[in-house]
């Protein structure tokens, strides 16, 4: 199995650029990161990304899809092509990771799977985007300079379309996409620890829409 077969590789493609957010989903149970999946595509965004570290990830991505067939559901691979396997097993629809991994990316785009690579350096982001990754995730971003290093990054690579992730926040959001980020990977800002431990889904609700919003204004504001 190479993926969930309701939804092609262009379709993906097409929603992460029109919503221009994937949350990035790293709770401490299967339970929560079902319920903040739920709270987040009631709150407008029709995107998760299953991170590694939850227990039973694989389960999740298989109760998500099942749970809720127009939510786009993506995994984290951290350690190689047995997982990335697995992960599309159990019906994944996208795969990324916080690094590069060649052999996944080729996977990936010999099985017309969906596959945002990670990389940090322009050197990474050349290598990514050449082996045929459909986005390149530049993470993280907040400790290498933030909208300043994705503006940087965007000049000799106009044609890159680079999502960044790794400590974008409510106040920053707008500036990343200014700067010439396509989407934004969004954490704990998006996904209070608080919100989650005390099952607030209003508050992730919120929180989602407001990220919306973000990402719609700031695009209003550079036509």
Excluded at 77 to 88: F, H, N, T
Excluded at 165 to 189: K, Y
Aim: charged share 20%; net charge negative.
């Amino acid at each position: 199995m190479t993926g969930n077969a309701h939804w092609t590789r262009e379709q993906i493609r097409k929603q992460i650029r029109e919503t221009g957010l994937i949350p990035s989903i790293r709770v401490d149970s299967a339970e929560a990161a079902i319920f903040v999946s739920e709270q987040i595509a009631a709150g407008g965004i029709p995107i998760v990304e299953i991170t590694a570290t939850i227990p039973n990830s694989d389960q999740v991505i298989l109760d998500l899809t099942h749970r809720f067939p127009k939510l786009i559901v993506g995994a984290e691979v951290i350690s190689g092509l047995d997982e990335a396997q697995r992960k599309l097993d159990a019906g994944a629809m996208f795969l990324t990771g916080p690094g590069y991994f060649q052999e996944i990316t080729r996977y990936c785009v010999e099985h017309e799977i969906t596959v945002i690579a990670g990389a940090l350096t322009p050197t990474e982001v050349m290598l990514a985007y050449e082996a045929g990754a459909d986005f390149v995730k530049v993470f993280p971003c907040a400790e290498v300079g933030g909208h300043h290093y994705i503006r940087a990054l965007k000049a000799p690579l106009p044609h890159v379309p680079l999502i960044a992730a790794g400590g974008v926040t409510q106040s920053s959001a707008p500036h990343f996409i200014s700067a010439g980020a396509v989407a934004l990977g969004v954490g704990e800002d998006l996904v209070p620890r608080q919100a989650v431990r005390g099952r607030e889904g209003a508050w992730i609700r919120e929180l989602a829409s407001r990220f919306l919003n973000f990402v719609r204004q700031a695009r209003a504001e550079m036509k």
